[in-house]
């Protein structure tokens, strides 16, 4: 009888914990040659939230595919003709990602789509994170034109792009390759960004870094900017030494060009900051630093040819250019080809530098 008890027991716990929960599956979806994407939409939406799932797809999706409250969700070999939006999911990756349209993430955490390859934008909004572990975009024609790329990282949102190219058509007034705003924070480590109006920009109390990991970064043949920072972002490139390079694996040292970018190199405006570490600023027609209307600007290590103009940088309207080598000074300085055009009441200096400048008021 107490034999009995304790198996009546035991059977009504195991009643109490319910039906084990399916373990995580992978399914394969075919979109076939240009077939519509509601067949992969419909697989995400059975999905749901439920986690640690992955779809296959193959063949060439086309429409558009939302992806919302998912959690730990695999998307793999994705070729889309179309939108592909994300929101409010966690953990989403979207490996060998290609796509020819508009990709939004919208209060998305930790998104990771590697080796995409997208022909047309990107919107990281709504405090969204997301890294880019190799991305190429570029422009593409259709039936309406021609058309420029663009990576937008807004809204309080953190982005982090490794290996990007960004190519325009060199063609369009008023675009911008990569852009960060908001309060945003927008982490680039090497690549290229070429053919646009301006190659990168903060904005609105936005940051970005550009730091070189591995490889060198350049941001050439751009319209009229290479970088510009104002309404207080911040823009901080810097390259690395033969030890910092030594120290990441990589062989240096690495740096980063701004050159042949139309009008000005560097663009610090509106209560804009920059800062410039080995960099190499060169080949434009009127600034290769402009400072101005209250913003500041500190330079290290780096090379600022003359431009068309005659000298290397401008600085206006209350604004501020330093050279300061911090840890590696006093020795160490920047060259600069050109003087210096200071007016009104901004200022030019030296400070743990032996950076050698000359000063001129009058800017041709």
Same mark, same amino acid.
């Given at each position: 009888?107490?034999?009995?008890?304790?198996?009546?027991?035991?059977?009504?716990?195991?009643?109490?914990?319910?039906?084990?929960?399916?373990?995580?599956?992978?399914?394969?979806?075919?979109?076939?040659?240009?077939?519509?994407?509601?067949?992969?939409?419909?697989?995400?939406?059975?999905?749901?939230?439920?986690?640690?799932?992955?779809?296959?797809?193959?063949?060439?999706?086309?429409?558009? +595919?939302?992806?919302?409250?998912?959690?730990?969700?695999? %998307?793999? $070999?994705?070729?889309?003709?179309?939108?592909?939006?994300?929101?409010?999911?966690?953990?989403?990756?979207?490996?060998?990602?290609?796509?020819?349209?508009?990709?939004?993430?919208?209060?998305?955490?930790?998104?990771?789509?590697?080796?995409? +390859?997208?022909?047309?934008?990107?919107?990281?909004?709504?405090?969204?994170?997301?890294?880019?572990?190799?991305?190429?975009?570029?422009?593409?024609?259709?039936?309406?034109?021609?058309?420029?790329? $663009?990576?937008?990282?807004?809204?309080?949102?953190?982005?982090?792009?490794?290996?990007?190219?960004?190519?325009?058509?060199?063609?369009?007034?008023?675009?911008?390759?990569?852009?960060?705003?908001?309060?945003?924070?927008?982490?680039?480590?090497?690549?290229?960004?070429?053919?646009?109006?301006?190659?990168?920009?903060?904005?609105? $109390?936005?940051?970005?870094?550009?730091?070189?990991?591995?490889?060198?970064?350049?941001?050439?043949?751009?319209?009229?900017?290479?970088?510009?920072?104002?309404?207080?972002?911040?823009?901080?490139?810097?390259?690395?030494?033969?030890?910092?390079?030594?120290?990441?694996?990589?062989?240096?040292?690495?740096?980063?060009?701004?050159?042949?970018?139309?009008?000005?190199? @560097?663009?610090?405006?509106?209560?804009?900051?920059?800062?410039?570490?080995?960099?190499?600023?060169?080949?434009?027609?009127?600034?290769?630093?402009?400072?101005?209307?209250?913003?500041?600007?500190?330079?290290?290590?780096?090379?600022?040819?003359?431009?068309?103009?005659?000298?290397?940088?401008?600085?206006?309207?209350?604004?501020?250019?330093?050279?300061?080598?911090?840890?590696?000074?006093?020795?160490?300085?920047?060259?600069?080809?050109?003087? @210096?055009? %200071?007016?009104?009441?901004?200022?030019?200096?030296?400070?743990?530098?032996?950076? +050698?400048?000359?000063?001129?008021?009058?800017?041709?």
């Amino acid at each position: 009888m107490y034999r009995r008890m304790i198996v009546s027991g035991v059977i009504s716990l195991g009643a109490l914990l319910g039906p084990k929960i399916a373990s995580a599956t992978t399914y394969t979806v075919n979109c076939g040659a240009n077939g519509p994407a509601s067949v992969l939409q419909s697989q995400i939406d059975a999905i749901g939230s439920a986690p640690g799932n992955t779809i296959a797809v193959t063949g060439t999706c086309n429409g558009s +595919v939302t992806v919302t409250r998912a959690d730990t969700l695999t %998307v793999s $070999n994705l070729s889309l003709t179309g939108s592909l939006d994300l929101y409010s999911s966690v953990m989403v990756s979207i490996p060998n990602l290609q796509l020819t349209g508009e990709l939004s993430l919208f209060n998305t955490r930790q998104a990771t789509l590697g080796d995409a +390859v997208i022909n047309g934008t990107v919107t990281v909004l709504h405090g969204s994170l997301v890294n880019l572990p190799g991305l190429t975009m570029s422009s593409w024609s259709d039936s309406s034109g021609d058309h420029d790329p $663009n990576f937008s990282c807004v809204g309080e949102s953190e982005c982090t792009v490794s290996q990007v190219s960004l190519s325009g058509s060199g063609k369009s007034v008023g675009t911008i390759g990569l852009l960060a705003g908001s309060s945003s924070r927008l982490n680039v480590y090497g690549g290229s960004i070429s053919g646009f109006d301006i190659g990168v920009q903060a904005w609105n $109390n936005a940051i970005i870094f550009m730091n070189p990991t591995c490889a060198d970064f350049k941001i050439g043949s751009n319209l009229s900017t290479g970088v510009r920072t104002t309404d207080g972002g911040i823009v901080k490139i810097e390259g690395l030494s033969d030890a910092d390079a030594a120290a990441s694996g990589c062989k240096g040292p690495l740096h980063v060009s701004i050159v042949n970018n139309g009008r000005f190199g @560097v663009l610090a405006d509106g209560g804009g900051n920059a800062y410039l570490y080995l960099t190499n600023v060169s080949g434009h027609s009127i600034d290769n630093i402009r400072v101005q209307h209250g913003s500041t600007v500190r330079v290290r290590s780096s090379t600022i040819d003359a431009a068309s103009s005659g000298r290397s940088a401008r600085v206006a309207s209350q604004a501020h250019l330093y050279f300061d080598e911090q840890d590696n000074g006093p020795a160490a300085s920047s060259a600069l080809a050109g003087p @210096v055009c %200071v007016t009104g009441t901004s200022s030019v200096d030296t400070d743990n530098s032996a950076t +050698v400048i000359t000063t001129t008021t009058t800017c041709p």
